[in-house]
């Protein structure tokens, strides 16, 4: 099946999607994994265990009496050396469990398939997991799957668009767990009661949608739809927009307009969780950038340092200058290759000097390239006079809080403008303001 | 590792290969047929008046990004736009080398870069020197003379028409006509358009709706539209000076209000003015009204809820 472009606006942004075609290879445990107690959108977690401690693969060591959190597990079996305080990308600073691994990946004994009858158990299971969306936005799985009562929803949508530059992890997940995708798909709608359910993939992956689209054929409610390739193409909004035509209000939530987003790996644990009960401590990432030795889909333990990851594909080849958690376009660049990989993180690209360092901001020349290229219809540069000028009422007024930070406007504009850091500090106006 | 080197910014990391200067760049390429067309139907003193006007354009950049003690800005190439685009509106007689360099002066000193340099200007600089100099030396901005080296006077075809002669369609297409350098070829301006349009550096919206309003309008007054399409400033106008970023709207509906108005203002200064010609004045006129039309024109944002009384 394949649907009509929808979405207003987007770039084209170059595809790089060169580890498409490897295998994922599978990632030993490091020496030492140190996993942050916030892996997810809400409330960080409070670590369960101590120094000392004895874990094994899926003990549970961080949880939360917060509505919105998910409980962490251990990667490793081994010792807990330390607990310390990290400074996250957010600019907080969350408690962190250093775990020296034994190098026996003992599994903990007490980890068993989980007995799920109804809804509930279904709902509090998906809490044990510990899964947060893996698409990159890491919100707790078990609060998207149990919307109030008083919204209806009747279509599960799962992501797999990936439309990042660079990033294939989503990619090689539906091609090579494609009956996990799907059971996991039937598992959702069962429990849900959710008819209706659109994968949605851009068509530079036709193997994606061939691979599902066969195997999910004896149930025909369940279809994969090649989405033009055009980035933002699987940011929620866009992609709820896309396959039903819903425009998500603004401030709104999905299942606002009766639908539940999945990303394609979140699903396919769904269903790997429920056969085995291990817990969420491990994540396929695209490891990759022009410094990278040897670029490649990683299956990681949750809490690996990036630095050893890149050492797993064959270290740098010459100095990064810049390091990303996530893709080129919405990706966080990072401090220190000491950083942990985290749950939600399906990329680590690393870059060379000419990647790394942007164009010098010159003046707007009034274009109105960020205006076309903005898929939120807003008018970036607008925001940015307002931001720069630190006008709370204009920046609420021109809808600053919408702004999805996608990048599109900064990637278009030829005055080189730093559209979206501009945005982003508007928002903190607004929000310090207390202007609505 | 010198890990203590790693660039921290904010995102997107990736940009795409447009700048300022390559835009510049593609509109000077969409000039190039208009340049080419004028030496030929006036002969060399068109080559002259478009190298003195660039020159000092680019000069008048350069002293005044001096004087102010400011990062040099001629590299963008905006100043090159700016002073072909002003030779195109002049006259192809040799006095139009000193007018051009007073132009270029009113057009890259007092009407950008004291407001602010690219980016900040209110008026299109080529469209508002042209107008100082239409008032302030009037009989050497309509000292036109007919296409050859011989540089015998002549009118206008808008001024023709205003005394009853008629002008052969062809004739204007082609550019075989009296008036400044570059607006004469319909035919040179609209293989520029078509570059523009390729490249990607403009869109429809505002050559269409300005020639399309005044084409309109010429028909309900029972003229004749094509006529009133190929001759005077319009097609220059209406391709190069209207879509002038800076000074013109930056959402589609915006860029049709904007055409419209700038379409409606030519053709009521050609019917019912003293004056033959009208595309400057009603570019500059809206020009002035952009601030307003761009806060009236704000895009309806994406799932955007109307606020509760």
Redo the contacts between chains.
Sequence with gaps: MKQKNRI?GG?K??HYKNTAKAETKVMPAPEKVEITMLHHIGAPCLPTVGKGDQVFVGTKIGDSDKFVSAPIHSSVSGTVTEIKKRLMSNGAYVDSVVIKSDGLQTIDPAIEPPVVNTREDFIRAIRESGLVGLGGAGFPAHVKLNPPKDKKIDYLLINAAECE?YITSDYRESIENSWNVISGINIVMDFLGIENVLIGVEDNKPATVKVLNDIADTDKKITAVSLKSKYPQGAE?MLI?ALTGR??????LPMDVGVIVMNVASVSFVAKYLKTGMPLVRKRLTVDGAVVREPANVDACIGTYI?DLIDFCGGFTE??????MGG???????????TPILKQNNAILA?NKK?????EQ????????C?RAC?????P??LDLLSNSGNAEGLVK??VM?CI?C?SC???????R?L??AI?KGKTIVKTKGSK | MPENRLIVNSSPHLKSMRTTRGIMFDVIIALVPAVIFSIYFFSYIAAVIVAVSTATAVLFEVLYNLVAKKKQTAGNLSAVVTGIILALNLPPVKSSIWIAAIGTFVAIVIVKMLFGGIGKNIFNPAIAARVFLTVSFAGQMTAWVAPGVDGISTATPLALIQNGTSVGYLDLFLGNIGGSLGETSALALLIGLLWLLARKVITWHIPVSFIGTVALFSFFFGQDPLFHVLAGGLLLGAIFMATDYVTSPTTWIGKLIFGFGCGLITIAIRLFGNLPEGVSFSILFMNALVPLIDRYTVPKSFGEVKANA
């Design positions: 207003k770039v942004t170059p530059p909004k927009y425009k998500v209000p603004a401030g709104g630095k100095e990064p200058y810049k390091i990303l080129p376009m919405m990706g966080v660049a990072q401090y220190t290759v000491d870059f990647q790394s360092i942007l164009p010159t003046a707007c020349i009034r274009c109105g390239n205006v898929p939120m219809s807003l008018m540069q607008q021109y809808n919408s930070e990048g900064s990637y278009v504009c030829p005055a080189k730093h979206v850091q982003r």
